[in-house]
């Protein structure tokens, strides 16, 4: 994956959320249709153009106490309407690492 | 051991609370992120996949076990119960929240341990040979040096807004453990033709997307001489560096640009200028330095006592004992090293548990010390030779006496895709897989030799270059997939790798080893020219035949 780190240009070709980590504890969490913020990628705000999600990240960025790092991400939109990430940093960031940790949780 | 001084604890201290503060006015918003970032950089503090990471030095890779006992209790507080010991004797703790990190970092104070110049444009923690002190080839303890280094150069203006982070690295041995021909500056003590010790000064190593390996520019530079060669080094590198590029900061690309003659001529009349100004090392200086260092005091022990005869006849114990045993200076005594490289383990993790355990089991066998090499594994830098049975049946109880050390199962990893902002890739699960592939002890033996180094992206944290293969992981379309060089190397003989062909995808990558592997077995002219001889002799062509033939 290229770190969306380095996203400069906002053009989406699908599906997109934005996601940031939440400041006081690093957690990874999601943009909400009302203007909030979720741990949970089911109650991200979803968005198709890029003015839309130039828009969403723009609202996400502004609110800087709350959250670092924000930007934009792909989601899968599959039947039944469920929101999965779009690729794999994504899904690591959602799901957790792909290993098991030293010490089980 | 080193026991710091006043000044040393005062400065740890006041940046506790001074970071304490930041925190707080970060988290109530008089900070932005903006403003925050380079202050919690300064004290190690990253932003990950999923939290905050967070490092901390370990200088030239020695910790009291009271320390590392602390690092358990971080672990287990702040953090889930592990640690992630790193290429240049740090660790790095995955999961830590920003709110609790003056508390932790408060209760890594109080024992000496801080975060400062783990990050950010300035001399990082200066490392060296993790057998430092002990090693039977050793000129002298190159540990004073590096502490002299850190003195020098810590919260100094000029080495704090570098145009880039700045590594030194030290070695005092013939063979080199520090890897310091990939640093900004190695340094290799020798002696002269007149029996005098002094400085072999290298420039310009690095790794990341430019990969260099380390220029000599000067032979002999005597140990008073020391600082001021560096300033003067310094001196040129702010005058010429790119501040205007990122890619092109690094001391290396300047060196590369200049030509290592004009870069040495530069530093050389630099240097003449000052020589002989406040930055001379007295004697008195040194000796302070060096007097701070405490060796234990050893018994005199014989070579074979009873109790090594006796297990002996314990092949476990004997393979353990050929692979991670190393002569020590002292008669009786015996350097251990502890391999953090369990068969399918993340590659450099320890748990708190393990860190409590080997802190107890150093405080039994090794004069309370413990050694972080640049491999990744923990090292015992003292133990009684006739302790080795019943320190190997500890440590092989708490999952650290895999008898893998630098065998090809012995992989330096990053922490990739799983934890790392920047990765293009995973590097964990594929260290975990080529180690299940070669978990058999007598082929790992067999085949001898072998540093695998894996890294998620261009960055380099896991040494891929100078891996005898390295793996390097890249995007293809958003999937994983991985260029594979071979015969790079870390050591005095540093290389780095050459590619072997195109990347392959993430499924592949150990297959691929695994026929490089083959491919070597069948190549080499002996049972004991290492791969990595094999490498140089034949070329790539042979191995680059073996893997793509069928692919
Ligand atoms: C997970 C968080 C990490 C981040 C964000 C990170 C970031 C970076 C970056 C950006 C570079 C390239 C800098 C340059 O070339 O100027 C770099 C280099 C390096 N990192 Fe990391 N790193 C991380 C973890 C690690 C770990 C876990 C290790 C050890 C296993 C490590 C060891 C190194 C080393 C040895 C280099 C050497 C390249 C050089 O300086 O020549 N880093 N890191
Ligand atoms: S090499 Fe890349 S992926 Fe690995 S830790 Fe460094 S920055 Fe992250």
């Known amino acids: ?31 909400t249709p009302d203007h909030g913020w979720s741990v949970n990628l089911s109650d991200a705000a979803i968005v198709r153009t890029s003015d839309e999600a130039r828009a969403l990240l723009a609202e996400s960025v502004a609110d800087d106490v709350g959250a670092v790092g924000a930007y934009i991400a792909p989601v899968e939109i599959k039947d039944g309407g469920k929101i999965r990430p779009g690729n794999l940093r994504e899904h690591i960031r959602s799901e957790g690492v792909t290993i098991d940790l030293p010490v089980p949780a | 051991m080193y026991a710091y001084d006043e000044l040393d604890r005062t400065i740890i ?10 925190v707080k006015r970060r988290l109530s918003g008089e900070l932005t992120e903006d403003e925050f970032k380079m202050l919690r950089l300064q004290n190690g503090v990253y932003l990950q996949l999923h939290a905050y990471m967070f490092r901390v030095a370990i200088p030239y890779g020695t910790l009291s076990s009271k320390q590392l006992r602390r690092l358990a209790h971080v672990a287990r507080r702040y953090d889930r119960g592990y640690g992630h010991f790193t290429t240049r004797q740090n660790i790095q703790f995955n999961w830590i929240k920003l709110a609790e990190l003056p508390d932790a970092l408060s209760d890594l104070a109080d024992v000496g341990i801080h975060a400062m110049q783990t990050s950010g444009n300035n001399t990082r923690n200066v490392t060296s040979d993790q057998w430092a002190g002990v090693a039977p080839d050793e000129i002298e303890d190159p540990r004073i040096w590096s ?7 810590t919260l100094h203006p000029e080495f704090s807004f570098l145009p880039r982070k700045f590594k030194f690295a030290i070695t005092a041995s013939a063979h080199d453990r520090a890897a310091i021909k990939v640093h900004d500056i190695g340094l290799r003590l020798h002696k002269n033709a007149e029996g005098e010790t002094g400085f072999e000064v290298l420039v310009g190593g690095g790794l990341g997307r430019t990969p260099f390996i380390a220029k000599t520019i000067k032979p002999f530079v005597p140990g008073r001489d020391l600082l ?29 640009e200049l030509g290592i003659e004009k870069f040495a001529q530069e530093v050389e009349d630099e240097w003449l200028q000052m020589r002989d100004s406040a930055l001379t090392l007295d004697d008195e200086v040194v000796e302070d330095i060096r007097s701070r260092f405490s060796y234990p005091v050893y018994e005199k022990l014989p070579h074979m006592p009873e109790e090594l005869k006796k297990a002996a006849h314990d092949p476990y114990f004997e393979a353990w004992r050929k692979n991670s045993v190393a002569p020590h200076k002292v008669t009786g005594y015996a350097i251990v090293t502890l391999s953090l490289k369990p068969v399918g383990g993340p590659p450099g993790d320890a ?19 413990i050694r972080v090499g640049h491999e990744q594994n923990l090292a015992l830098p003292h133990v009684a030779r006739r302790d080795l049975p019943a320190l190997w049946r500890e440590l092989d109880k708490i999952g650290v006496a895999t008898p893998n050390v630098n065998l090809v199962s012995d992989i330096i990893a990053c922490p990739g895709l799983d934890y790392c902002s920047l990765a293009n ?17 007598d082929t790992a033996n067999l085949i001898g030799r072998l540093h695998v180094n894996i890294s998620g992206c261009i960055n380099a944290c896991g040494h891929h270059h100078v891996g005898h293969i390295g793996i390097l992981g ?27 062909g195109p990347a392959v995808p993430y499924g592949e990558v150990a297959d691929v080893v695994e026929d490089i592997v083959e491919a070597y077995l069948a190549l080499r002219a002996r049972p004991d020219e290492l791969f990595i001889d094999t490498v140089k002799r034949l070329g790539v062509e042979p191995f680059r035949e073996r893997v793509y033939a069928t692919r």
């Open chain 2, 425 to 441: 890739a995973r590097s964990i699960p594929i260290a975990q897989e080529l180690t299940r592939r070669f978990a058999n002890h």
């Open chain 2, 147 to 153: 502490e002299l280094i850190r003195q020098y150069t």
């Open chain 2, 351 to 369: 748990t708190a548990d393990q860190m409590d355990a080997i802190a107890d089991l150093a405080d039994k066998y090794s004069f309370g010390e």
């Open chain 2, 13 to 22: 201290n006041e940046r506790v609370s001074e970071f304490r503060d930041q």
């Open chain 1, 1 to 31: 994956m290229t770190s969306p780190l380095e996203q400069k240009k906002i053009r989406i070709t699908g599906p997109s959320m934005v996601t940031a980590n939440r400041t006081w504890d690093g957690v990874v969490i999601y943009r």
């Open chain 2, 228 to 256: 001021s060669y560096i300033e003067a080094i310094l001196r040129v590198y702010n005058q010429y560096g790119r501040r205007d590029n990122i890619y092109k900061a690094r001391i290396k690309i300047l060196v590369h």
């Open chain 2, 474 to 500: 890249v995007e293809k379309n958003g999937e994983e997939f991985y260029q594979i060089t071979i015969g790079g190397r870390a050591d005095e003989n540093a290389v780095v790798g050459t590619l072997i």
